[in-house]
């Protein structure tokens, strides 16, 4: 990653921690960041994208990192609790743009090509799709409900109940290599 889009990254990532994404601007992120407008918008769409990034590059780093799914799981439930606050007021957008949204669909592309890789390009059977979808939505459903307090786990708890409940039929092709 660039030094430009990192510096956008840690900027959006330090006025989240202070106030809610609804009163965050494109001009206040490139301020931060100490650069124009138009900087901005060569690396990131809109500041959605930038909320949504930082999912995208902390899942990459884990799944690079990590030698199992619990570990993972572990990972990102202790990240998103040691900055509670953050990911409070990411998890309070809603609509199209919502965080939640994002981490069903990035979840489930990153699994249906771990999937595909690991299975030779063999399709999904239409039960596998369904389990998949359910699956991911969990993910983020849980990953949400958790950050805000509606789970009382730490989060060795929370990665081992994730991990509970991955789809046996596909499971063995989501290992790490």
């Known amino acids: 990653m660039e ?18 994404i ?11 960041a100490g ?3 138009s900087t901005f918008y060569r690396y990131f769409k809109d500041k959605y994208d930038v909320l949504n990034r930082n999912y995208k590059e902390l899942l990459d780093s884990y799944l ?23 990911f ?3 998890f309070a957008t809603t609509g199209v743009n919502s965080f939640e949204n994002y981490i069903f669909r990035y979840s489930k592309d990153v699994i249906l090509e771990i999937t595909a ?11 596998e799709q369904l389990q998949l979808d359910v699956f991911c939505y969990g993910i983020s459903y ?14 060795a708890e929370a990665a081992q109940a994730l991990y509970a409940i991955m789809p046996e039929s596909l499971k063995h092709y989501w290992f790490l290599e």
């Open 3 to 20: 030094r430009t889009e990192r510096d956008i990254l840690m900027a959006f990532n330090r006025l989240i921690a202070k106030s809610g």
């Open 22 to 32: 609804e009163k965050i601007s494109i001009q206040m992120i490139a301020e931060e």
């Open 35 to 37: 650069v124009g407008r």
């Open 64 to 86: 690079s990192r990590c030698k199992s799914y619990p570990e993972v799981f572990f990972y990102m439930y202790r990240y998103a609790r040691d900055r509670w606050s953050r």
């Open 88 to 90: 409070h007021r990411a």
């Open 117 to 127: 890789q690991n299975r030779g390009g063999k399709e999904l059977t239409v039960e």
């Open 142 to 155: 849980m990953y949400k409900k958790w950050t805000l307090g509606g789970y009382d786990l730490d989060p």
